[in-house]
């Protein structure tokens, strides 16, 4: 976009209606995240989506190559040959993940991680995709707690309005050192913005903190646009990631808490290969998801 003028104009229009109506109800719906697939060109992504039977997919990377905005697919030239290649198969983007953290002090780092956050809120616009992620994401030593939540809760403020005329709601994860539940819905209190929400990884949250998943969705429930399912044995050595119910993670507690309280949102599966290459290949992996998510879906 050459400018925020011209970005707002072209964005206005695409949603309307709320960024969840398109989600049919009493059906769980399943996404990926990309992150599981790091190997994969787009049009494989798009052909295993559409074969496991899958609704949507999470754009976190393509082949490796993080940076979204710059991704030639995404190009003014491109980008609508790429939204007519997820549209024509059925599928929807739900989400972008950016890498952009919302912890900084800092006025270079800070306005760094907005600049890119900006960037993936422009992108997701002209891509109809709902929602784009950011990280908390850390509560660093040499700065107070408070001054660092504050950084955090202005941060999605700031977000939130740049985003609010386009329809893209900026979702923090529960990620890093920000995993405590009263912490996450001292945030979102604060920031009390229609568009800021929060991406639920339950997991992310119990390997640390070990609080119940049906607590912790009880209280944070009203927030939770978008949730990262994953399962893992967590010992005193660590964690190690597995397929969805191999793992001594309270999957099914989350899953549940999830459908009993009527969550409309996608199931994004998060198989972080990426970052940990000795987990299975994708091939195994996303096809197992869809394939027993209903089983733990209860």
């Known amino acids: 976009m050459n400018n925020r003028r011209e970005f707002l104009k072209q964005s206005s229009g695409l949603f309307?209606?709320?960024?969840?109506?398109?989600?049919?109800?009493?059906?769980?719906?399943?996404?990926?995240?990309?992150?599981?697939?790091?190997?994969?060109?787009?049009?494989?992504v798009i052909q295993h989506a559409t074969e496991n039977q899958y609704s949507g997919i999470e754009i976190r990377g393509i082949k490796g190559d993080l940076d979204l905005p710059a991704n030639p697919l995404f190009s003014p030239s491109t980008i609508s040959s790429t939204r007519r290649q997820v549209r024509d198969v059925g599928l929807k983007i739900i989400n972008l993940g950016s890498s952009a953290n919302m912890h900084?002090?800092?006025?270079?780092?800070?306005?760094?991680?907005m600049d890119e956050a900006k960037k993936y809120i422009e992108l997701a616009s002209r891509l109809?995709?709902?929602f784009i992620r950011v990280f908390p994401n850390d509560l660093p030593k040499d700065?107070?707690?408070k001054e660092t939540v504050n950084a955090i809760i202005q941060s999605l403020i700031d977000l939130g309005d740049f985003a609010k005329s386009s329809g893209v709601k900026v979702l923090l994860e529960s990620h890093g050192k920000v995993i405590k539940s009263d912490m996450l819905l001292h945030i979102m209190q604060e920031a009390n913005h229609a568009h800021?929400?929060?991406?639920?990884d339950f997991f992310n949250m119990w390997s640390i903190t070990k609080e119940p998943p049906a607590q912790v969705y009880a209280l944070l429930k009203k927030y939770?646009?978008?949730?990262?399912?994953?399962d893992a044995i967590v010992s005193d050595r660590g964690e190690k990631y597995t397929l969805i119910g191999e793992g001594n993670a309270p999957l099914g507690e989350a899953l549940h808490a999830l459908k009993a309280g009527g969550y409309p949102g996608y199931y994004s599966f998060e198989w972080e290969k990426l970052w940990h290459p000795e987990i299975?290949?994708?091939?195994i992996a996303i096809?197992?998801?869809?394939?027993?998510?209903?089983?733990?879906?209860?």
């Open 16 to 44: 309307g209606l709320s960024a969840l109506q398109f989600i049919k109800p009493n059906k769980a719906l399943l996404s990926f995240s990309t992150l599981g697939c790091p190997t994969w060109n787009f049009s494989q």
């Open 196 to 200: 800021v929400g929060l991406v639920w």
């Open 128 to 130: 109809s995709c709902p």
């Open 143 to 145: 700065q107070s707690e």
């Open 224 to 230: 939770i646009l978008h949730t990262h399912i994953k």
């Open 287 to 298: 096809p197992h998801f869809s394939k027993n998510f209903s089983t733990y879906w209860q």
């Open 104 to 113: 900084f002090l800092d006025p270079k780092k800070r306005q760094s991680n």
């Open 280 to 283: 299975q290949e994708p091939e």
